[in-house]
């Protein structure tokens, strides 16, 4: 039996923008895992106690052995310490965690170019036209920059920076969410598309300020993604009222992060106020704090 892992994701700023060629910055999340054992079996199998739609697990595997060429006779095993469908990677994590230990069962090799390349073929079936970036990130386990069918750049972020990362405890469907701003973007084309142009302007100022630590201007930039957010529909009642939490908490920003309709806030706060900040918000939601 292999095992292999792959870590956990936040998207700090150009998700669903991504998706249209603009530019995202990624971070990973590495002490949240998903971890995959492969064993050879008389046919696929996968057992699960995080997953519930086994069948659509099973299409992405078959996938990842197709672009393998191995046969897909595995008796699979998934855990995971990373929450599902909260906007951490958990279908890409298993993505790379299980192109990794195929691989290895083989007998292969990969580099992490090689894994970002085979776990987006699973990826994409798991999210319907997902831009790659968290597979990306997942795969490197550095922040990146990260453009569509660009080559990736890995960042010097700041080393001190601390991500709060807030769960709404509303479960969201990346693949939902994509298609929702999908719809937005067909009705008002013009309008969807001076939304993303704001993003992509957000994204690179924050590509500096992070390499510089500037996390009052990451604050501020994370507010900028949010009201462009927003304007896209996807923040709800339970994000926007964490949201205003932080603020009230001195944050120096707050946004969703990933797909939106759901999942987490992330959030930036200045040194003097993060231990206050992170008590009173984990005596009401799940908070994990990333730290580069
Ligand atoms: C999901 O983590 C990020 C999205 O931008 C989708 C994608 O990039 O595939 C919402």
């Not at 792959?6 to 700090?12: E, P, Q, R, S, Y």
């Not at 601390?162 to 939902?176: C, E, G, L, M, P």
């Not at 008002?188 to 993303?196: D, G, Q, S, T, Y």
Request: charged share 25%; net charge negative; proline share 2%.
């Amino acid at each position: 039996m292999i095992t292999e892992s792959a870590c956990g994701k936040v998207i700090l700023y150009g998700e669903h923008a991504v998706v249209y060629g603009k530019p995202a910055i990624a971070v990973p999340v590495k002490n949240l895992r998903m971890e995959v054992s492969v064993e050879k079996s008389a046919t696929l199998q996968i057992k699960s106690e995080c997953f519930e739609n086994l069948d659509w697990i099973k299409t992405g595997i078959v996938k990842i052995c197709d672009e393998l060429d191995v046969d897909s006779n595995f008796s699979i095993t998934i855990k995971s310490t990373i929450p599902i469908a909260s906007g951490m990677g958990s279908s890409a994590a298993l993505s790379v965690a299980a192109t990794k230990a195929i691989a290895k069962l083989k007998g292969v090799s990969l580099d992490k170019e090689a894994v970002r390349k085979v776990s987006y073929a699973s990826e994409n079936i798991f999210h319907g036209g997902a831009s790659g970036v968290d597979n990306a990130v997942i795969s490197y386990e550095c922040p990146i920059y990260y453009i569509k069918h660009e080559e990736i750049e890995e960042l010097e972020a700041a080393l001190d920076l601390k991500i709060v990362v807030i769960d709404s405890k509303v479960r969201s469907s990346t693949a939902n969410a994509v298609a929702a701003v999908r719809q937005k973007h067909k009705e008002n084309k013009e309008k969807v598309n001076a939304i993303f142009d704001d993003i992509e302007n957000t994204v690179n100022s924050a590509k500096f300020a992070l390499e510089a630590g500037d996390f009052e201007e990451l604050g501020n930039l994370m507010n900028l993604n949010q009201d462009a957010l927003e304007l896209l529909g996807l923040s709800v009642l339970e994000t926007t009222q964490i949201i205003n939490e932080c603020k009230k908490l001195g944050c120096f920003g707050a946004k969703i992060s990933g797909a939106g309709l759901g999942g987490n806030v992330i959030s930036i706060f200045p040194d003097d106020k993060f231990e206050n900040a992170k008590s009173e918000l984990s005596k009401k939601y799940n908070v994990v704090i990333v730290k580069l």
